[in-house]
Nanobody, 121 residues
Framework: QVQLVESGGGFVQAGGSLRLSCAAS????????MGWYRQAPGKQRELVAG???????NYADSVKGRFTISRDNAKNTVYLQMNSLKPEDTAVYYC???????????????WGQGTQVTVSS
């Protein structure tokens, strides 16, 4: 079982920055990919950014050039640096991890509890 603990959300004015962190803990797993999703009130959860074990990244068009995802494999931690924040970035941000369970080699998807990001205009 993988536990994901997020931190770094909060309240910021438009144009400001926040950095989210997500640390994975547990035993008997190897993390493949990690990512950040968000869900605004009344909307579906959407992918914000993802990063593979080899550090290949992908971003939603709405955040390209403003957000940067990175990971520290030694710490099983993923980060999301969010700059030039806009009110439409307001949402609950969820960390996601796709891992291979050992020794079964079964793939597992886990989610963090979510952290609120609020951007005022």
């Amino acid at each position: 079982q993988v536990q994901l603990v997020e931190s770094g959300g909060g309240f910021v004015q438009a144009g400001g920055s926040l950095r989210l962190s997500c640390a994975a803990s547990g035993s008997g797993f190897s993390i493949n990919a990690m990512g950040w999703y968000r869900q605004a009130p009344g909307k579906q959860r959407e992918l914000v950014a993802g990063i593979t074990g080899g550090s290949s990244t992908n971003y939603a068009d709405s955040v390209k050039g403003r957000f940067t995802i990175s990971r520290d494999n030694a710490k099983n931690t993923v980060y999301l640096q969010m700059n030039s924040l806009k009110p439409e970035d307001t949402a609950v941000y969820y960390c996601n991890a796709v891992s291979t369970q050992l020794p079964s080699l079964r793939l597992q998807v886990d989610w963090g509890q979510g952290t609120q990001v609020t951007v005022s205009s």
